[in-house]
T-cell receptor, first 113, second 118 residues
């Protein structure tokens, strides 16, 4: 059974610092991995999608890496801003035929002005 | 990205009544939609997978007679919480995958529905 873990569970940084969020998964036979942002009481916003054949994806200040063999993904957010404060969730999908996403517990981020 | 609309965003109902939540894919077709439940400060737990034109597949421990799912078209799935009780109070989120746009790989989520049963 796939298990996804996110460490740390919470993170507080001053504005301008780079953020490093970690995601690990137990079954390396993933189809893809997706990072999401969730604001309090809201749905999920997709940030980055990394296919199993890719090693990283970038979008603006966000960069996500994927190391399937070690079962890890890292989300980097450069030059953090107070507006980056949210919960960040990673989720993995097992196999093309398997539709399900398995989520990590999330990392709550607070960027202090 | 593609847009998934969920309605209502908040609902308060009396214990024993039923509540219907709608999930629509606005600009794409989704053969499969997913329903999740989220408790405060916890991650998302998959409840069921909704397949267009066929019966939903429920996760272990989820009562299919209590959480009725209907996926009547390629753009609409509904979740009905029947005979709701206070313990059903939670945040429910739907998700859909674009059948065509990104090769059916990226999942998009609705805004969520906060259900409070009093």
């Amino acid at each position: 059974k796939q298990e996804v873990t996110q460490i740390p569970a919470a993170l507080s940084v001053p504005e301008g610092e780079n953020l490093v969020l970690n995601c690990s998964f137990t079954d390396s036979a993933i189809y893809n991995l997706q990072w999401f942002r969730q604001d309090p009481g809201k749905g999920l916003t997709s940030l980055l999608l990394i296919q199993s054949s890719q090693r990283e994806q970038t979008s603006g200040r966000l960069n996500a890496s994927l190391d399937k063999s070690s079962g890890r993904s890292t989300l980097y957010i450069a030059a953090s801003q107070p507006g980056d404060s949210a919960t960040y969730l990673c989720a993995v999908r097992l196999g093309a035929a398997g539709n399900k996403l398995t989520f990590g517990g999330g990392t709550r981020v607070l960027v202090k002005p | 990205g593609a847009v998934v609309s969920q309605h209502p965003s908040r609902v308060i109902c009396k214990s024993g009544t039923s509540v219907k939540i709608e999930c629509r894919s606005l600009d794409f077709q989704a053969t499969t939609m997913f329903w999740y439940r989220q408790f405060p400060k916890q991650s998302l737990m998959l409840m069921a997978t909704s397949n267009e034109g066929s019966k939903a597949t429920y996760e272990q421990g989820v009562e299919k007679d209590k959480f009725l799912i209907n996926h009547a078209s390629l753009t609409l799935s509904t979740l009905t919480v029947t005979s709701a009780h206070p313990e059903d109070s939670s945040f429910y989120i739907c998700s859909a995958r674009d059948r065509v746009g990104t090769g059916g790989t990226e999942a998009f989520f609705g805004q969520g529905t906060r259900l409070t049963v009093v």
